[in-house]
């Protein structure tokens, strides 16, 4: 026999062992049962009935005790390790993934079909990885958000003040607007920030008060308004209570702050000349007041309606390109879903069907929330 063929007999022979072993590692025959202690006892009784198979076939051919014992123990020892290995695979599998994700590694999962107890615990480890991957993926994309969101007034203010530094644009009164509203971006933004860090502290107060709904809404509108002139945006403004005098018991500073994300996402996505209402009154039962803003946008796909209120989400419209978002942090209407639900009520796309624009519809018990809850609400 040549070198050659000598070569390829070692390599079909390698190729072929690898084989057996990734066969036999993959031989799990116990999975079907639903209990770790089943599983020990039929790897107990496994290697007994082996042993003890291999010596009465010692005896009865008359190998003698010498051949005998050593084949029957080596043979109980390869059943137990197939059994077993079989078993544990998943525990070693858990073992790598956990070290992957400590290097900030969160594809890997766990494949089993095991019914028992180990079976449970990798089902858990996957649900576990799942949702760290989608944490994690939430935190990168609000770092990428939060980043460019203080990147664009930081580079507008940079610029505007450059140019009164410089003489090129006088230090007058639209100017300095120009220079506020970048000012009052990053405020906003920064607010956010806040909010956020309470959510996951866990730990706000409501300062429940009487609060009249239609100077609220006004005021709320009357800002909105102010803030759409800035940008050279034509809307009209319709504020309507059913009856005028209508009346909550609420902590006005985070009613204020739901209305104003929600007057802000109408402002943004209405086109020019468009009309954003804001109407409230009374439930059907009476115990509760309604309040609606509606637009005349393009409307958000039903299979955003829900998500829109999660945190880091941003809706896009029904004509917008894959992948392309109408812009903001994803941070607003998650906080005013917060905070209405801090109140007992609830918040949600009643209508949006273009070219009717879109309502969120908020709903709070008149009385106030029964009990504060200040835990940052699950997606829902």
Not at 106 to 122: F, M, N, P
Not at 145 to 156: F, G, I, K
């Amino acid at each position: 026999m040549n070198t050659s063929s000598l070569r390829h007999a070692r390599s079909t022979e390698v190729t072929w062992w690898r084989r057996f072993t990734t066969a036999l590692a993959e031989l799990r025959p116990l999975d079907p049962m639903r209990s770790i202690k089943m599983k020990l006892i039929v790897i107990i009784a496994a290697t007994v009935v082996m042993f003890t198979l291999v010596t009465w076939v010692g005896i009865r051919f008359d190998f003698g005790v010498l051949r005998t014992f050593p084949v029957a123990l080596v043979s109980s020892l390869l059943i137990t390790q197939i059994l077993a290995r079989g078993m544990t695979r998943p525990l070693r599998e858990m073992t790598a993934a956990a070290r992957a994700m400590a290097r900030g590694e969160y594809s890997t999962r766990v494949h089993t079909d095991s019914q028992d107890e180990v079976g449970e615990l990798a089902a858990a480890f996957n649900s576990m990885a799942t949702e760290l991957h989608t944490l994690d993926s939430q935190r990168r994309e609000m770092v990428a958000n939060v980043s460019h969101e203080l990147r664009t007034p930081v580079a507008a203010l940079r610029a505007q003040l450059e140019n009164m530094a410089d003489g090129v644009v006088p230090a007058d009164g639209p100017a300095l607007e120009a220079t506020l509203t970048q000012l009052e971006r990053l405020s906003r933004l920064v607010t956010y920030l806040l909010d956020l860090s309470r959510l996951e502290a866990g730990a706000v107060n409501l300062d429940l008060t009487d609060v009249t709904v239609q100077d609220l809404l006004q005021e709320v509108a009357d800002q909105a308004r102010h803030a759409a002139a800035q940008h050279t945006r034509e809307l009209t403004w319709q504020v309507r209570t059913t009856p005028e005098d209508l009346r909550l018991r609420a902590d006005v500073e985070r009613l204020r702050q739901v209305l104003s994300n929600l007057v802000a996402n109408a402002s943004r996505h209405s086109p020019d000349g468009g009309r954003i209402q804001l109407l409230a009154r009374y439930g059907s039962a009476g115990d509760e007041v309604v309040i609606d803003v509606t637009d005349e946008g393009e409307g958000i796909p039903k299979a955003d309606r829900v998500k829109v209120f999660e945190r880091f989400e941003r809706g896009n419209a029904p004509d917008q390109r894959v992948g392309e978002s109408t812009g903001g942090t994803g941070l607003g209407l998650a906080i005013a879903r917060w905070a209405v639900d801090l109140h007992g009520g609830t918040i949600a796309i009643a209508d949006s069907t273009p070219p009717l624009g879109t309502t969120v519809r908020v709903r709070l018990p008149t009385t106030g929330p029964s009990s504060a809850r200040s835990t940052w609400p699950g997606p829902r």
